[in-house]
């Protein structure tokens, strides 16, 4: 928040803020209107992301499950009705290698994210989101 100071010709003081930034102000003092403006915009701002593909929704069956069972990809081969040897074939993996993904021993690489996605049906971004966030070092 960056207001601009304006003096009129009587000396009195005005301050300028952006119109966003006066709503956090309001919104923070209680302002339900100001509340409301202010998840509209961001409601919007995700709805764009989500529509430019810079941002993807999590389904619940996951994100109700992580909390409890921190890895996705265990998640995920649970909530498709896989085994691990089902699961390792059809991504054209060893069950060993799924057992130390699933186990937190090895990081999946984006790749092999993308198997695993694909013998699901499920949106890559998904699991890659996940252990490679986008903007993340590699």
Same mark, same amino acid.
């Given at each position: ?16 803020? @952006? ?5 956090? $102000?309001?919104?923070? +003092?209680? %302002?339900?209107? /100001?509340? !409301? ?13 989500? @529509? ?5 929704? $999590?389904?619940?069956? +996951?994100? %109700?499950?992580? /909390?409890? !069972? ?69």
């Amino acid at each position: 928040m960056k207001p601009q100071i304006l003096t009129t010709a009587a000396g009195e003081e005005l301050v300028v803020l @952006a119109r966003h930034d006066y709503d956090v $102000l309001l919104a923070r +003092l209680g %302002d339900e209107e /100001a509340e !409301d403006r202010l998840s509209a915009e961001i409601a919007m701002t995700v709805k764009a992301a989500i @529509a430019e593909g810079t941002e993807i929704l $999590l389904p619940t069956w +996951l994100t %109700d499950r992580m /909390a409890a !069972d921190g890895s996705p990809v265990r998640i995920v081969r649970e909530h498709f009705g896989l085994s691990s040897s089902r699961m390792a074939s059809k991504a054209g993996m060893t069950t060993d290698h799924l057992a130390d993904i699933e186990d937190g021993g090895q990081t999946p690489s984006p790749a092999m994210l993308d198997a695993i996605s694909l013998a699901v049906a499920l949106d890559p971004r998904v699991l890659r989101g996940l252990y490679h966030p986008p903007g993340e070092a590699a």
